[in-house]
């Protein structure tokens, strides 16, 4: 699930005409402000997203940011814009609150989490008999009709991959286990410190290309990851149908 909302849910995407109005609830202390403004301006190095701080809620759209006091969870939010406001909840006691809150961002720009997406087992495996049972449905693969890769490739450092030790029953095992470079990928799971290479090309990719930039077909990303896009006699109907996908526009 490197993947996000493609053209069809353009309601699920922000219209970035102007930047992305955002709101601290009372709850979220002055130091707190700072790891979340960061994020924010992180993003906006990195991309053509903006954002700007208001005062008080607006009568649209705008992500209202929210301090849950709960050691039990790090932060969370909806996937893609929702009506009238996308709550972004954050704990900060999981340290790497400037990440956690990319990571929660990320959610409401419409990024769903990398180890969920659709090739996911040719990357990872999952254990499954040391993942928590009441915690399966955090292990289930996207629903491949409404989300795409655009063409990226899997990223074990991705700031929205979970860690390799995510819901397991024996804290000593992972319940996501490399299937590529084992000793050198299990550390990267889940970190927390900046976007990745990929988490910056996939914002891009979705909000900062030009309007006549699309994708037709929400499986152009896979055909982009299979090579469809070279192979001779579809080279025509991809370049009309997949441009964003295999990297034509």
């Known amino acids: 699930r490197s993947g996000v909302f493609v053209e069809q849910h353009f309601a699920e995407k922000w219209d970035l005409s102007t930047p992305i109005p955002y709101t601290f609830d009372a709850s979220i202390a002055p130091w707190d402000k700072t790891d979340i403004t960061d994020a924010l301006a992180e993003i906006s190095r990195v991309s053509c997203v903006r954002f700007r701080s208001l005062a008080s809620s607006p009568k649209g ?108 029953i024996d804290l000593k095992k992972p319940t996501m286990i490399p299937l590529v470079g084992f000793h050198s990928n299990l550390s990267l799971l889940g970190q927390r410190d900046q976007l990745s290479d990929t988490d910056i090309h996939l914002i891009n990719k979705m909000y900062c290309k030009p309007a006549s930039c699309f994708d037709t077909n929400i499986y152009c990303g896979h055909w982009a990851l299979t090579g469809v896009c070279n192979i001779k006699g579809n080279s025509v109907w991809m370049s009309q149908n997949c441009a964003k996908s295999c990297n034509l526009c």
């Open 61 to 168: 759209y705008h992500i209202n940011f929210v301090k849950i006091d709960s050691p039990s969870f790090c932060g969370l939010s909806y996937v893609g814009r929702v009506s009238p406001v996308n709550t972004v909840y954050l704990s900060f006691q999981c340290g790497k609150n400037k990440g956690v809150a990319m990571h929660e961002i990320l959610h409401a720009l419409g990024v769903i989490h990398q180890h969920l997406r659709v090739d996911r087992d040719k990357f990872i495996k999952v254990d499954w008999s040391n993942v928590n049972p009441q915690k399966y449905d955090q292990f289930a693969t996207a629903d491949q009709t409404l989300y795409t890769s655009y063409g990226i490739k899997y990223s074990y450092n991705s700031i929205m991959h979970y860690n390799a030790y995510t819901n397991a």
